[in-house]
């Protein structure tokens, strides 16, 4: 499995985004797709997970604000954000699980700034 994130820039606090994250390969193996985010100094954070059967699990932090969701058979998972703050400022990380790996792609910088 193959993942490539995009959409990552620079936006004002207050503002949306959406970052996607292109699976190819053996995507039909897929069973869990998580995005993460890690700022500088800290430890990557779980920030939001969809399951194969649509299931979606939220962080505390970015409850209402942030929304995954898929497209097709895990063709593409994205993550809308919304009302950004400077705290969700990271290098956001999409992660493919299934039976057997673990995948991660090469992440997508999301700078929250006026």
């Known amino acids: 499995v193959h993942l490539a994130e995009s959409g990552g820039g620079l936006v004002q606090p207050g503002g949306s985004l959406r970052l996607s994250c292109a699976a190819s390969?053996?995507?039909?193996?897929?069973?869990?797709v998580n995005w993460y985010r890690q700022a500088p100094g800290k430890q990557r954070e779980l920030v939001a997970t969809i399951t194969r059967s649509g299931a979606t699990n939220y962080a505390d932090s970015v409850q209402g604000r942030f929304t995954i969701s898929r497209e097709y058979v895990w063709d593409t998972v994205y993550l809308q954000m919304k009302a950004l703050k400077p705290g969700d400022e990271a290098v956001y990380y999409c992660n493919a699980e299934t039976l057997r790996m673990n995948y991660w792609g090469h992440g997508a910088q999301v700078t929250v700034s006026s």
């Open positions: 390969g053996s995507r039909f193996d897929i069973n869990v």
